[in-house]
């Protein structure tokens, strides 16, 4: 419905959400069952396939007994361990139920209706979501090569635009934008404008012009830097993310941020995972060792495989009947392996396929060879 369109919220005959809400298409997440395989493979999530540190689990389980109690709301603890692991200020820190509420609680703080944000042609949608849920516009950059360009970018910002978000190494592409670039984009903005480097994957680029966008951080007073536990640290379940941004930014977003958003559990097994190098080093190692074989692999079939600086695979089928990537969503989840359908980010000849364990990574190509040369499933 158009804007012209919209009935007159004071006299309609039930309660009607505020303009905008019913324009946004709800997330769907990656499917995690098939019908009739007792356990399958979830591929479509990137989660961490060794599950989570050891000593994660066992924070978790002792909280137990502080189950009656409120959490820090300030994370201090969580909080000190980041700010000593990555040398940032403990005052540009932010913590929220997963980085998507940090993204939302961005949006709330800095768009009013008519405002808009940039964000990639196949970008994440929480930041869409988030956009629009403050009455903001959503701006799609064109990607050239499946890679965000600094230019398209630029060309969509106007006196409206207050918010950037740039994943980086992005999702569902996988692909990074150089510091260089990301310097030139940033050189390039008004003062006003905030970018957001989305940094959810930043542990598994290994690209040496990958910059993660700290130090940015530290050097001006509108870049923001968002981090996860979901992915490396393996703690999805417990929704814990962080953002390093300006203190004077931190103070404005802190004001509307629910007073215990991160709940104890999370916090104390987030601070126990940051110590946990061993298990960072083996799910890094996991990711290096197989994602260029899985590249190669695929390759070698006739996939089109995106060059991947995260712990995931942005794989291109042929668009010939029998060989599409519809069908071979079909043909992996037959197989019990599942991927990820991201016709919903634009990309509908694509799946994505986690980086799993050597035996999972295995299964995947066996799968797809068989499926490209037209076996049965
Ligand atoms: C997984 C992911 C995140 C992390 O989201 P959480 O809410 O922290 O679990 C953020 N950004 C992108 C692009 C992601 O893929």
Not at 6 to 20: C, E, F, M, V, Y
Not at 108 to 131: C, H, K, M, R, V
């Amino acid at each position: 419905m158009s804007q012209l369109e919209r009935p007159d919220r004071s006299t309609a005959l039930r309660p009607l959400p505020k303009p905008g809400i019913m324009d946004i298409a709800p997330y769907k997440p990656g499917k995690a069952h098939v019908e009739g395989i007792a356990h399958p493979l979830k591929l479509s999530a990137n989660e961490n396939v060794l599950g989570s540190s050891p000593l994660a689990r066992k924070a978790f389980v002792e909280a137990i007994d502080q189950l009656h109690l409120y959490p820090d709301g300030r994370s201090n603890l969580l909080r000190a361990a980041i700010s000593v692991r990555y040398g940032l200020a403990p005052d540009g820190l932010l913590f929220g139920c997963g980085s998507d509420e940090i993204f939302q609680l961005l949006s709330q703080t800095f768009l009013e209706p008519g405002d808009n944000i940039i964000q990639g042609e196949y970008g994440f949608g929480a930041f869409a979501i988030s956009a629009r849920a403050a009455q903001g516009e959503v701006r799609f950059a064109r990607e050239i090569n499946y890679r965000i360009d600094v230019d398209e970018v630029l060309s969509l910002v106007d006196s409206r635009t207050r918010l950037i978000f740039i994943a980086n190494p992005a999702n569902p592409t996988g692909t990074v934008v150089t510091g260089s670039e990301i310097r030139r984009l940033h050189a390039s903005l008004p003062p006003s404008v905030i970018l957001v480097l989305d940094g959810a994957y930043a542990e598994f680029a290994t690209d040496p012009d990958f910059e993660n966008g700290a130090t940015m951080v530290r050097d001006f007073k509108n870049v923001v830097m968002t981090r996860t536990f979901s992915k490396l640290h393996g703690l999805a379940a417990l929704r814990v993310g962080w953002a390093y941004m300006p203190p004077e930014m931190a103070d404005a977003v802190d004001r509307i941020r629910l007073p215990f958003n991160v709940n104890i559990p999370a916090q104390l097994a987030a601070v126990a995972a940051l110590g946990d190098e061993d298990f960072q080093a083996r799910s890094l190692a996991l990711v290096s060792e197989w994602r260029p074989w899985l590249v190669q692999q695929l390759g070698g079939m006739g996939l089109a495989v995106v060059p991947s600086q995260a712990n995931f695979l942005l794989i291109g089928f042929p668009t010939t009947p029998g060989r599409t990537a519809l069908e071979a969503d079909a043909f992996l989840s037959a197989r019990g392996l599942i991927p990820r359908v991201v016709a919903g980010y634009g990309l509908p000849d694509h799946l994505r396929i986690t980086i799993g364990l050597e035996a999972h990574n295995r299964a995947v190509a066996e799968a797809l060879d068989d499926f490209m040369q037209g076996k049965p499933a």
